[in-house]
């Protein structure tokens, strides 16, 4: 995900570039488990400072279900606009530093929104951390229902399996204890309110 923007640095502001990208994230990151490419568009802007970079990409990611830890296949749309400046001047060569750009300081000193001294643009780090960002907190198993087609991402079919197999091992629907045998004493107080909800 390198792009080469030196005739892009010596056009106008305004000037642009566009990309269409299909490329394989497998060596992105560790964590990631992705079961397709990264696909979708790039654009490449020339503003005063730099180049601004837009992109919107889709992957398919493999991620534990949140409720019965089975793999599921979630589909990330990652879209973000980030600027980059470059290291040096396109036209002399001359080191910029990051006091001769506006900006938040973090954001000027970031090496991963540089372009390097040979006019080459990463996105790579960028689309990383933003698949990350993208993210569900809870993975889950969709259900989908077969008279409406409608998904429902409470519904996890694995997860109702397990709670039915539950239900059967244990026709009252409760919880099965282990009695007060091995129970520190100072806990023993609970287990007469694990029958009734409202402490009384």
């Known amino acids: 995900m390198e792009f080469n923007v030196a005739q892009l640095m010596k056009e106008a502001t305004g000037a642009r570039r ?11 990151d560790g964590g990631l488990r992705p079961l397709s490419h990264l696909t979708g568009k790039l654009e ?14 889709r992957v398919a990611l493999a991620l534990d279900c949140g409720r ?4 599921v296949s979630i589909a990330v749309t990652v879209e973000f606009s980030e600027s980059f400046r470059p290291l040096t001047d396109i036209q002399t ?3 910029l530093s990051p006091e001769e750009f506006e900006g938040q300081a973090e954001d000027l000193t970031d090496e991963a929104l540089l372009i390097d001294a040979q006019h080459i643009l990463d996105i790579s780090e960028v689309v990383r951390q933003n698949i990350w ?10 259900y989908i229902d077969p008279e409406n087609g409608a998904a429902d991402p409470d519904a996890c079919p694995k997860f109702q399996e397990l709670l039915s197999e539950s ?4 026709p009252s629907g409760k919880q099965a204890t282990s ?12 287990l007469a309110l694990q029958d009734d909800p409202r402490g009384e």
């Open 167 to 170: 239900a059967l091992a244990d």
């Open 93 to 95: 060569g001359r080191f």
């Open 44 to 57: 490449l802007l020339r503003i005063h400072s730099g180049v601004l970079a837009n992109g919107a990409f």
């Open 179 to 190: 009695g007060a045998e091995g129970i520190d004493p100072r806990w023993e107080a609970l």
């Open 133 to 142: 960002l993208a993210i569900p907190i809870v993975a889950a198993c969709e």
């Open 18 to 28: 566009e990309f269409d990208l299909d490329d394989d994230i497998t060596n992105l």
């Open 68 to 71: 019965c830890l089975e793999p």
